[in-house]
């Protein structure tokens, strides 16, 4: 698996984004991917999973309205649209693979494969 992000960049407050992750290598079964972010000085937090081959989701409290989380199975890519973005959201985004389990997890122990990053910068 190598997850590659892209979509990040610089935008003011109250504009949108679209976040895509690409899996270029082996495809390897996982449970569900997810979104993670990580501001500067900060641990990395959870955002947003989905089941790869279900429908369920599942959002971090402080996303949960204005994040939504997707994918395109045949393209073997996940999506993160986010909408009316805050300075608060400035973080490098990551996308996260390789979950175990049956249920959504939402820590940084549960997965095993990442991206490496896309930094999304939102202007006040």
């Known amino acids: 698996v190598q997850l590659v992000e892209s979509g990040g960049g610089t935008v003011q407050a109250g504009g949108s984004m679209r976040l895509s992750c690409g899996n270029s290598g082996e495809n390897v079964r996982t449970y569900a991917r997810g979104w993670f972010r990580q501001a500067p000085g900060k641990e990395r937090q959870f955002v947003a999973a989905?089941?790869?081959?279900?429908?369920?989701?599942r959002y971090a409290g402080s996303v949960k309205g204005r994040f939504t989380v997707s994918k395109n199975i045949a393209k073997d890519t996940l999506y993160l649209e986010i909408k009316n973005l805050e300075p608060e959201d400035t973080a490098v985004y990551y996308c996260?693979?390789?979950?175990?389990?049956?249920?959504?997890?939402?820590?940084?122990?549960?997965?095993?494969?990442w991206g490496q990053g896309t930094q999304v910068t939102v202007l006040s």
């Open positions: 989905i089941a790869w081959l279900g429908t369920t989701s």
């Open positions: 996260a693979g390789g979950q175990r389990g049956k249920s959504l997890c939402d820590t940084v122990e549960g997965y095993a494969d």
